[in-house]
């Protein structure tokens, strides 16, 4: 709710429009953003019913401070920065930590200064092209959940770092070596994977 | 056998400089300089288009698995259920 809050202070509307005005806002800009929205809570929660929870108080948020949203700017970033504020404050705690005990290790390495230097392209696209299950989908699911939201803002929904450096109120420098970091640890998994599988 | 390791290690800074802007490149997220530059040296460098290749692929293949899910059609309805109590409730 504070993040709310502040959103609201910092963009503070010229116009005030009547519900049937704001109703045309909404379904207009945001209600066709359903589907990517969904598929943004579903990659956070990793679960089908906190995805439909999580989305709809996304959705109902967004209608309520409707009048806070600068009409002309980015529609998609206002609503995805709701829907990980929402997902931080309510749904975060009551998750599991999905990144694995075997893992760790790797990403202690990758948060360290060391790693931004080097960058792993050890991995061969025909490994990749056989990877045609889900098995990159299960790999980044795995991720620590800000390296895991990085990589979904920005491979899968093709956002700037711009737009990301204000969805995840994070400097646009880190945007770019935490982007930086989570493919590499997400690499080193599908290394590993095709180790195990392919030989 | 001078000239040769001079030209090997300019080489290498090349590739180097390329590929620590690959991801950028990959990102749209370069100036057109460095654009242009990567551009060149990929066309020109078998290593680097390689990693490159491999990259774009990774890429390609989240955007791909990963963005499969699809909003379930009644929560659009909840959605709109509750907004209309919200204006006449
Ligand atoms: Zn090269």
Do not use: W
């Given at each position: 709710?504070?993040?709310?809050?502040?959103?609201?202070v910092?963009?503070?509307p010229?116009?005030?429009?009547?519900?049937?005005?704001?109703?045309a806002?909404f379904?207009?800009?945001?209600l066709p953003?359903?589907?990517a929205?969904?598929?943004?809570a579903?990659?956070?929660?990793?679960?089908?019913?906190?995805?439909?929870?999580?989305?709809?108080?996304?959705?109902?948020k967004?209608?309520?401070?409707?009048?806070?949203?600068?009409?002309?700017?980015?529609a998609?970033?206002w609503?995805?920065?709701?829907?990980k504020n929402s997902?931080?404050?309510?749904y975060?705690?009551?998750q599991?930590?999905?990144?694995?005990?075997?893992?760790?290790?790797?990403e202690?390495?990758?948060?360290?200064?060391?790693?931004?230097?080097?960058?792993?392209?050890d991995?061969?696209?025909?490994?990749?092209?056989d990877?045609?299950?889900?098995?990159?989908?299960?790999?980044l699911?795995?991720?620590?959940?800000?390296?895991?939201?990085?990589?979904i803002?920005c491979d899968?929904?093709?956002?700037?770092?711009?737009?990301?450096s204000?969805?995840?109120?994070?400097?646009?420098?880190t945007v770019r070596?935490?982007?930086h970091?989570?493919?590499?640890?997400?690499?080193?998994?599908?290394?590993?994977?095709?180790?195990?599988?392919?030989? | 056998m001078?000239?040769?390791?001079?030209?090997?290690?300019?080489?290498?800074?090349e590739?180097e400089?390329?590929?620590?802007m690959?991801?950028?490149?990959l990102?749209?997220?370069?100036?057109?300089?460095q654009?242009?530059?990567?551009?060149?040296?990929?066309?020109?460098?078998?290593h680097?288009?390689?990693?490159?290749?491999?990259?774009?692929?990774?890429?390609?293949?989240i955007?791909?698995?990963?963005?499969?899910?699809?909003?379930?059609?009644e929560?659009?309805k909840?959605?709109?259920?509750?907004?209309k109590?919200m204006?006449f409730?």
């Open positions: 709710m504070e993040n709310l809050e502040e959103l609201i910092e963009e503070t010229a116009v005030i429009i009547n519900d049937a005005e704001k109703e806002l379904a207009k800009l945001f953003l359903l589907d929205a969904y598929n943004f579903f990659r956070l929660t990793l679960n089908e019913s906190d995805a439909q929870d999580l989305v709809q108080d996304t959705f109902l967004a209608y309520r401070f409707c009048n806070s949203f600068q009409i002309g700017t980015n998609k970033a609503l995805f920065r709701i829907l997902f931080i404050n309510e975060r705690r009551k599991k930590n999905p990144s694995t005990v075997d893992y760790q290790e790797i202690q390495f990758y948060n360290s200064d060391e790693a931004d230097v080097k960058m792993t392209t991995l061969r696209v025909e490994v990749l092209q990877m045609i299950g889900d098995e990159v989908a299960n790999a699911n795995s991720l620590d959940i800000d390296f895991r939201t990085v990589i803002l899968i929904e093709g956002f700037t770092y711009e737009e990301m204000k969805i995840l109120d994070i400097p646009i420098g070596s935490r982007l970091r989570a493919r590499n640890v997400l690499k080193e998994k599908l290394k590993n994977y095709a180790k195990k599988y392919y030989g | 001078e000239q040769f390791t001079k030209n090997n290690e300019c080489e290498m800074c590739c400089e390329c590929l620590q690959l991801e950028l490149f990102d749209n997220e370069t100036t057109l300089e654009k242009n530059q990567v551009k060149f040296h990929i066309e020109n460098c078998e680097c288009k390689s990693c490159y290749e491999a990259e774009h692929q990774l890429k390609n293949t955007k791909e698995q990963g963005s499969n899910k699809k909003c379930p059609s929560i659009m909840c959605i709109q259920n509750k907004i109590e204006v409730g």
